[in-house]
């Protein structure tokens, strides 16, 4: 995100930062990316992650009051991977990218027994160089 | 010190250094030029951390256990709801579909087991 957010007044870039979420990351990228104008991404991410982060604490109010009616059998949570799902497929748009996806799920499995969710990290991280190694060969082919 | 006081600074303490993490890169790189090889990697971050946060949440039925067959139901669930971000790019109908596919899958087995 940084690169889109430099040049922006710092007021800007510290509200950014402030509501700066996977899901405000995933929306507000595609349109930083697609227009070139660098003040219309930056409100169009700052709308939504307002109104994420809106929506976030009012569904924390309704689970702090409901949480406990839901029966945990609907397995309501697996919503969570689900949108992380839905914001990954489109990342995969070419060979590198889908090598790099690809090398992080097969890291994240096979490090599964370090602590503290290292394998979050180390899996990303293998990932990262997977796709940065076929993007290199890809090219010097 | 209450309790709830203790509490309370966990909350701010976690608060300030979660906030301070998100604006590190963003406060560095307005700043100073970003060395190619960064910006080359980033292309990959979605695709890879998407990936390492979904990949568990679906094949571990328990903690370390993994379950690469069609008896989990989140695994028979992801994928497709995985077809159908890939046909559709909407997430509202990937999380629809993906939680009624997961239901049926469970419904099915308890019904087979």
Known sequence: MAPHLKGLPPRWRHASAFLLTDQAFAAGIRRFRESGDQRSGASYFLGTGILLWATWQFSCLIGYWAGNVIPSAWSLDFVVPLCFLALLVPTLEDRSTRIAALAAGVAVVALDALPMRLSLICAGLVGIAAGMISETRRRTR | ?113
Not at chain 2, 35 to 55: D, G, K, Q, S, Y
């Open chain 2, 1 to 113: 010190m209450s309790p709830a006081w203790t509490w309370w600074i966990v909350i701010l303490v976690v608060g300030a250094l979660n906030y301070l993490s998100r604006l590190s890169f963003i406060a560095l790189f307005a700043r100073i030029e970003m060395p190619p090889l960064v910006a080359r990697a980033l292309r990959f971050v979605p695709a890879a951390m998407l990936t390492a946060i979904v990949v568990p949440a679906v094949v571990f039925t328990a903690p370390a256990t993994l379950v690469f067959s069609y008896t989990n139901p989140k695994l028979v669930a992801a994928l497709v709801a995985a077809f159908v971000a890939w046909r559709t790019k909407s997430a509202t109908a990937t999380m629809m579909t993906g939680m009624m596919a997961l239901w049926i899958a469970q419904w099915l087995l308890r019904e087979a087991g």
